[in-house]
């Protein structure tokens, strides 16, 4: 069962007030994440600092710095190689994730929430 205009407009009202609150949190619900360059950016960075650490604590007998330095560099490759969960849950399943499939479900499951109220009344 479609939803009414009213409830339309009520849900589309809920979304700008949301946006407007907390920009974050919606883009996070909308399943935004940043963009691929910058992780590769802050990948190639991170790595090169890793790699400084590590050289530096072989070279100078501090072996935590070391380890310190493989931890950074490590954590640098996991950023880059590591897909945004949404984006890596669409991928696997074989389906590309559009917004208007994402706004979609997310009507979906308002409706269905609207229709288990409604039964429960």
Known sequence: MPLSEYEQRVLEQME????SDDPKLASTLHGRTGSPVRRWVLGAV???????LLIGGVASGM?????LGFVAMFGAVLLVFSAPRRAAAGQAAGTTSSPAKKKTSLLNRFEERWERRREQR
């Open 16 to 19: 700008r007030q949301l946006r």
């Open 46 to 52: 991170g790595g090169l600092a890793g790699l400084g």
């Open 63 to 67: 072996w935590w710095l070391g380890l």
